[in-house]
């Protein structure tokens, strides 16, 4: 019988290979092993490849966008905003199991600060809308 090992990816010349969890240099690591120095497993090499992940970029985009949003009587922004809250637990999700590119932390992260920025003046704005639309029912005619 044959000993199948993992197989090892390619070398190549972008530096070291870091751990997703804990930035451990594993380059001489199998893909499909574990790291040696906090046990995650290594299901994809991580260099510095420059490709991030759709999920981050969709968090981003949706958080910016929650922002404006919030001007439309907030609904939009609401929703946009938990939308942009949702991939980017996503995102993180797969950049800790090591299904995503660690370029991609940075996205997420600004798609989820934008999405709670949104939502917040989203929720603001819709409650001063409410506040304004009872006044102005209550006042009559």
């Given amino acids: 019988m044959h000993d199948q090992s993992p197989p090892v990816a390619p070398p190549t010349n972008t530096g070291p290979v870091l751990c997703a969890s804990c930035r451990y240099d594993i380059s001489d690591q199998p893909v499909g092993g574990r790291c040696p120095e906090c046990?995650?497993?290594?299901?994809?090499?991580?260099?510095?490849?420059?490709?991030?992940?759709?999920?981050?970029?969709?968090?981003?985009?949706?958080?910016i966008c929650s922002i404006p949003g919030c001007f439309l009587?907030?609904?939009p922004g609401i929703i946009l905003g938990i939308l942009a809250i949702f991939f980017h637990r996503q995102a993180s999700v797969a950049i800790q199991e090591g299904r995503a590119p660690v370029s991609s932390a940075g996205l997420a992260k600004g798609g989820l600060i934008c999405g709670i920025v949104g939502l917040s003046l989203s929720v603001i704005y819709f409650l001063f809308m409410a506040v304004m639309i009872i006044i102005a029912v209550a006042a009559g005619p």
């Fill in 73 to 75: 009587y907030g609904i």
């Fill in 39 to 63: 046990g995650s497993p290594i299901n994809q090499r991580m260099g510095d490849t420059g490709q991030t992940q759709g999920k981050a970029i969709t968090a981003l985009v949706l958080g």
